[in-house]
């Protein structure tokens, strides 16, 4: 996982600025190059992409993938049930207090034989259904420098045994 280093921005009152390559400066220094998908109109605000930010650190692992296999008599039950644990961890290397907004998804069904259920966070997602899309989540937090904070979350998926799933 990487992070990515965003600036909200705000355009001047008198010009546009048209869509493409742009120079992005920091403090007079160059610090790379973003572009912009369409014109920003006079005072539009806006939200930059400034690319890898190497001083906040993601790492995303999976703690726990376990199946249930209910056995009925020596038979396998017509339905798999399969529990996973994530954690994500966020640390920040930089010499002030970073914002950080953590994106990632739970699986969702899209066949009414699969269901995902037990979805736990901790802490809390700050969002869940970003932007409308479903199964998408969003933590907000605030690092102090050296600081290192963790996200942990689970869910089940129950299908039919029988059936193949893809993409967890």
Do not use: C
């Amino acid at each position: 996982a990487m992070a990515y280093l965003t600036s909200r921005v705000a355009n001047g009152k008198d010009d546009q600025l048209p869509a493409g390559q742009i120079n992005v400066f920091l403090n007079e220094s160059f610090v790379g190059t973003s572009a912009l998908a369409k014109t920003i109109a006079p005072e539009e605000s806006f939200d930059l992409y400034l690319g890898v930010d190497e001083g906040v650190v993601v790492k995303r692992q999976l703690l726990e993938e376990k199946s249930d296999d209910t056995m009925i008599g020596r038979i396998p039950s017509p339905t798999k049930k399969v529990a996973y644990k994530y954690k994500i961890t966020v640390e920040n290397y930089k010499p002030r207090d970073v914002t950080v907004t953590v994106y990632d998804h739970i699986p969702v069904a899209q066949d009414d034989k699969i269901k995902v259920s037990k979805f736990e966070a901790t802490p809390k997602a700050s969002q869940e259904g970003y932007q409308d899309r479903e199964g998408v989540l969003v933590w907000d937090m605030t690092l102090k420098p050296r600081e290192k904070k963790d996200v942990v979350y689970s869910f089940i998926v129950e299908y039919p045994r029988d059936m193949r799933v893809e993409g967890l």
